[in-house]
């Protein structure tokens, strides 16, 4: 299993969806990022603002990270992790 440590802050958790399939979101204000190791299998994607992981009880989260994503694509491809 391969690890990563970055620095992210809560931004959004989906708790699942109503009964119009319309997400159920919890949103959070966080100011202060905080240092995580995370498992790279918990990542579904990335983009410029968001990591979207895989929580438990089949919700997801949406975390804020810091840097940018050029930065945090190279932290990838530094451990090896394919990026097409």
Known sequence: MMFIEIEVKLGIIVHGY???NK???EVFNETDYMKK????ERIQSISEKYILVKSSHGRVMYWEYKGTMEELKQKLLDININIA
């Open 37 to 40: 190791i995370i498992s790279i």
């Open 18 to 20: 109503d009964d119009k």
């Open 23 to 25: 997400e159920i979101e």
